[in-house]
């Protein structure tokens, strides 16, 4: 048995690529399928799997994304960008992508060869500067959800962040990630201000662990510190240990009108999957 795939990341946030529409893979396999591959090193190893599958609406495609520990996910900003590329170049969309997704549609658009830009889903949930307990004492962090149902991030302010390794960082990114305060989790975006731009590193819910960049963390991020005015909100460059991103943020009234997402993709791989531990788990 094989089984065709892309691999490609989007600022150091990698990904598994397939289509089912191709591979007719059983949807509730999928969990378990991405759970094995994006295992390090038993299989290729990423932080994420997605599929292709028909749209159910109005959109070129819809994508399902999955986490590496196999636990579904709303939406991924960077898996966005690098599936709309995929779209592109396999003739599944345009110059402009309309891709489903379980937090809503993503509408992406093609820049150049490798730089894309996709509309963040609209935040559902804003919630600033909040005070939770954690056993270094309370913290103010805020909280935003994207999308439908959301994707949450908690988005917390870290002087001296550029030179903090992980490691130094783990042990209270854990902590929040599973705070009572966020029912459904959070994903824990760090930050602090880099010259004319921004530095930040992401711990992730379903990675379980820190990723080389975060889509919508840095729409998050950059969205709380545009109502705020922090930052203007045009074109905002947010340096992730993967790679830049630049975040626009459009608003009206004091309320978010739109959240852009740009960057660039790298296509690592193409390929067949032969994993036979994989297959014969299948079986």
Known sequence: MKLKFWKMNGAGNDFIIINNMEEKLPEEKLPHIAARLCKRPMSLGADGFMAVIRAERSGDFKMLFFNSDGSTSEMCGNGARCICRYGYENGLAGEM????TTAGLVTGYRIDQRTYKIRLNDPTVIKADMK???????????????????????????????DMSFDQLRDLAREIRYNSAFPKGANVNFYDFDGDGLVEKTYERGVEDFTYACGTGTGSLVLVLTLKKAV???????????????VTVNTENGKVRDLWLTGGTNIVAKGEITDEELFDSLS
Not at 234 to 243: E, F, I, L, Q
């Open 132 to 162: 939770i307990q954690t056993s270094q004492g309370e913290i103010v962090c805020s909280y935003v959800e994207l999308g439908d149902p959301g994707i949450p991030h908690a988005v917390l302010y870290m002087p001296g962040l550029k």
């Open 97 to 100: 992508q309309r891709v489903e």
């Open 232 to 246: 203007s909100g045009k074109n905002v460059r947010v340096s992730a240990p993967g790679g830049d991103l630049f």
